[in-house]
């Protein structure tokens, strides 16, 4: 059992912010993870007030979460409780934007683990965080699909590996500036799916045809709000 449960762990760990590795699907591949339910485009929020500049993640209002598929019975979800993203943003013109963000590795949270079983993930043989600390993601480019959302392509890179990532962001809102916040705030909503695979962990992938094991793809699930600079005087 607790192999099993280690399997489940190791492919939920690949998370990242953030991503969505592209790649062929074979008719005797495993069922994806479950897809998010369709919702009708946003509107494009007011963005004529918010100033252009860097912003940086408010960590008490953020939070990264995944889930895996295992044995096709259900999804095992966790989450990390510690990250930190920049983001240098021109309202005026989104696809300029630029992020950069990191995860610590050792900050992985999962439902009541048995004693020692995060420490074996973290260890070298799943996510060696003794010898790479931090997960990582540089955006590349932003391409804009629709008045508040967009793909944010970018390189993430887990245990040496970099492989080319996107993920959907929905532009959530935000403002100038506020009476009891006085810095610009602006919020996002992000999903993507990454594999496992790609970045060398492969322990009970299921074969072709079937749902033995914990699956490849991981999805993830991103909030985050981001604090600008202050407001211009009035």
Known sequence: MKS?????????????????????????????VAPAAAAPAPA???????????YRLDPSHASVTFKVNHLGFSFYTGSFRKFDAELQLD???PETAMVSATID???????????GFVAELLGENWLGANITPQATFQSTSVEQTGPAVADI????????????VAFKATF????EGHPQDPNARIGFSAIGVIKRSDFGITLGIPGPGSTMGVFD????????????????PD
Not at 172 to 175: A, I, P, S, V
């Open 4 to 32: 099993l449960q280690t399997t489940a762990l190791a492919a939920t760990l690949l998370l990242a912010l953030n991503a969505c590795t592209p790649g062929e699907k074979t008719p005797d591949s495993p069922p994806d």
């Open 44 to 54: 494009a929020p007011d963005v004529s007030k918010l100033p252009a500049g860097a």
């Open 91 to 93: 309202p005026a013109n």
């Open 105 to 115: 590795l050792s900050s992985l949270s999962v439902p009541t683990p048995p004693d």
């Open 153 to 164: 392509h970018g390189d993430f890179t887990l245990k040496g590996v970099t492989k080319p």
């Open 172 to 175: 959530n809102g935000g403002y």
């Open 217 to 232: 793809e991981v999805a993830f699930d991103i909030e985050a709000e981001f604090t600008g600079p202050p407001r211009a």
